[in-house]
C-alpha cells in the first residue's frame, strides 16, 4: 500500500509565499492593521461621545438653570463629571422665578456632597428632587423604576456599585436602594437621587458631622426651569435680569440648553473631521498597497510566466494575486480590531474621563457591527489594491516573461 503525498493547493502555495518575504509580508500587514485599529477604535469612541451627547440632551430637558452666584462655571463639572458640590440658595427664588413672564415650569434640586470618611458608604453626590415639580429626575427614573420612593429610599446611578434592596450609608444613616438606573455618560451615573426632603435631611447630617455647610431650612441648590412657547432663551434671561436685577442678587443664570448644544455641535464638528481623516488614511493606504503590489508583480513576472506554461489560466493568476492581498487584508483587520478593543474597551470609562465630555460604552450588538463594519472596510483594502496588479499579471504573455523580459 503506497503512502499518498499530500495535496499542496492554492492556499499552501499563497501561504509559502507570503512567509518567503517576512518582512514585505509584515509591512503590509501592520499597514492594514493601523486603518483597522484607528477604525474600530475610533468608531467606537466616536459612537460613545455622540450617544452621550445624546442622553445628555434628552435627560436634561431644562433650558436654564439657576445657580448660586459665584458657580456658572462650575456647572459643567457638576452636569458631566458629577464633582461633588454643596450649593445652597434661598428655596423662596422657587416662587420668584415661577413668576417671570416667559417661565413654564421650574423645579428645585439639592445637592449635598457626601463625605469620604467611615461615616459615607463612598464620595458621591446626593441630589435631592422635588418628585411633584420635577421633569429632570423623575421621567428617566420612570422607564425603570414604576413605584414612588419613600423615605429613606434611594436611587443610584449607572456608576453606583450598589444592587437593588441593598442599603448604603450617609452620615451615618442607612438608605435602601429602590433602583439602579441605566448609564448616560454624565454626572448623573454617579449620583445619587432622593426626594428633597430626606436630602434636606441629609444635609443636616452633613452638618452634624462637621461639614463646613450652611442651609437654611428651605434652601435649594439649583432651580431648573423651562421657557413657555414663543419665547427665547435670551428673553427670559433678561426678564429675570429685569425683574430681579443684573448680579448682587446671589444667583447666576446659565442656559443649559446652549451649553448642551454647543457641545453637541462641537461633537458633530470632531465626528466629520473623524469621518473625512478615516476616508483620507483609507484612500492612503490603498494607494499604498497598490504600488506595493505593483512593484511586486513586476518582480514576479517570470515566476507567473511558469505557471501560465504549466497550464494556468489567466484567472487563476489573477486570483493568486487577490488570495494573497486577500490573506494580508485579513491578517491586518484582525490584528487592528483585536488590539483597539484590547484598548478601548476596558478603558472606556477612563476615555470617557479623559475626554471630559459625556460618553456611553456601546451595547454588545453596537459593538459587534462597528466591528464587522471596520473589520470589512479593512480587509476590503488589500483586494481593492491589488485588483489592478492581479489582471496585469493575468494578462502578460507567457513566453516573453519567462524569456526574462516584461511584456
Keep these: 500500500m503506497t503512502e499518498m503525498e499530500p495535496r499542496f493547493g492554492t492556499f499552501d502555495f499563497v501561504f509559502c509565499n507570503l512567509k518567503r518575504r517576512p518582512f514585505r509580508t509584515a509591512c503590509l500587514v501592520i499597514l492594514v492593521a493601523a486603518l483597522s485599529f484607528m477604525s474600530f477604535g475610533g468608531s467606537l469612541i466616536a459612537y460613545g461621545l455622540m450617544k452621550g451627547a445624546e442622553n445628555m440632551s434628552k435627560r436634561l430637558g431644562a433650558d436654564m438653570m439657576v445657580v448660586p452666584s459665584g458657580y456658572e462655571n462650575a456647572v459643567s463639572g457638576i452636569l458631566l463629571r458629577s464633582e461633588p458640590s454643596t450649593l445652597s440658595i434661598d428655596e423662596g427664588w422657587t416662587e420668584k422665578i415661577a413668576s417671570v413672564e416667559g417661565v413654564s415650569i421650574v423645579s428645585p434640586q439639592l445637592l449635598v456632597a457626601s463625605l469620604n470618611?467611615?461615616?459615607?458608604?463612598?464620595?458621591?453626590q446626593i441630589v435631592g428632587y422635588d418628585p411633584e415639580t420635577d421633569f429632570i429626575v423623575g421621567p428617566w427614573v420612570r422607564t425603570f423604576f414604576l413605584g414612588a420612593v419613600s423615605a429613606g429610599e434611594i436611587i443610584?446611578?449607572?456608576?453606583?456599585?450598589a444592587k437593588v434592596g441593598s442599603p448604603l450609608k450617609f452620615f451615618d444613616r442607612e438608605y435602601r436602594v429602590a433602583a439602579r438606573l441605566e448609564r448616560t455618560g454624565m454626572g448623573f451615573d454617579a449620583c445619587v437621587f432622593m426626594d428633597l426632603d430626606t436630602a434636606r435631611r441629609a444635609a443636616r447630617d452633613l452638618i452634624s458631622k462637621g461639614g463646613k455647610v450652611s442651609f437654611s431650612a428651605g434652601?435649594?441648590?439649583?432651580?431648573?426651569?423651562?421657557?413657555?412657547?414663543?419665547y427665547t432663551i435670551d428673553q427670559v434671561m433678561r426678564n429675570i435680569h429685569g425683574q430681579y436685577g443684573y448680579g448682587g442678587n446671589g444667583i447666576a443664570i446659565v442656559p443649559t440648553r446652549l451649553f448642551?448644544?454647543?457641545?453637541?455641535?462641537?461633537l458633530n464638528r470632531l465626528f466629520s473631521f473623524f469621518v473625512a481623516l478615516e476616508a483620507v488614511i483609507w484612500i492612503l493606504v490603498v494607494l499604498v498597497l497598490g504600488i506595493v503590489f505593483s512593484v511586486t508583480i513586476n518582480e514576479r513576472s517570470r515566476e507567473f510566466g511558469i505557471f501560465r506554461s504549466l497550464g494556468a489560466t489567466r484567472g487563476q493568476i489573477a486570483w493568486l494575486v487577490l488570495f494573497e492581498s486577500g490573506i494580508v487584508g485579513l491578517y491586518g483587520g484582525v490584528l487592528g480590531t483585536?488590539?483597539?478593543?484590547?484598548?478601548?474597551l476596558p478603558f472606556r470609562i477612563y476615555i470617557g474621563r479623559i475626554l471630559n465630555m459625556p460618553y456611553v460604552q456601546a451595547s454588545v450588538g453596537t459593538i459587534t457591527l462597528i466591528f464587522a463594519a471596520s473589520f470589512l472596510l479593512s480587509f476590503s483594502v488589500g483586494p481593492l489594491a491589488a485588483l489592478a496588479s492581479s489582471i496585469r499579471a493575468g494578462n502578460r504573455d507567457v513566453y516573453a516573461v519567462i524569456r526574462g523580459g516584461e511584456a
Design 219 to 230: 434652601a435649594v441648590s439649583s432651580i431648573f426651569l423651562r421657557i413657555s412657547d414663543g
Design 260 to 266: 448642551v448644544r454647543n457641545i453637541a455641535a462641537g
Design 117 to 124: 470618611a467611615d461615616c459615607c458608604s463612598s464620595p458621591v
Design 156 to 161: 443610584v446611578g449607572n456608576a453606583i456599585d
Design 338 to 344: 483585536f488590539f483597539s478593543g484590547l484598548l478601548v
